[in-house]
């Protein structure tokens, strides 16, 4: 019989696909989140965005992703959204409009987080 945590790994192994994006394989789960985070770059954000049906990451785009990617990095978590709003200055509702799958499958996945829904 498997413990629960060795259990959990085993489904959460399952949820692993790897693609192939700017040159490198990198692991992604059912929605599209990151696997590991390290597996971002600009260059990784700007091929999923064409995908997500954004042209060009704007100016306002990368403050919104790499707001994300900073607060991951001090925090080891996304930011709550009123973090969000005060640490870029944007409103919610301003930031939703900048990527069509909304912040959380837009903008959280295209900065490279993982998925909220698989962390523990």
């Not at 985070?37 to 704007?58: F, M, Y």
Request: hydrophobic fraction near 40%; aromatic fraction near 12%; proline fraction near 5%.
């Amino acid at each position: 019989m498997i413990d629960s945590e060795e259990h959990r790994k085993r489904v959460s192994d399952l949820d692993r696909q790897p693609r192939f994006i700017a040159g490198r394989e990198i692991y992604l789960d059912w929605e599209g989140f990151f696997w590991d985070p390290a597996d971002w770059s600009e260059e990784v954000a700007n091929i999923l965005a064409l995908e997500s049906g954004i042209e060009i990451l704007t100016e306002t785009h990368w403050k919104v992703l790499c707001f994300f990617r900073e607060y991951y990095s001090c925090h080891g978590r996304a930011p709550m959204n009123r973090h969000l709003k005060e640490g870029t200055g944007i409103s919610l509702k301003e930031i939703g409009a900048l990527f069509p799958e909304g912040i959380r499958l837009g903008a959280r996945r295209l900065a490279g987080l993982p998925n909220p829904k698989s962390c523990f």
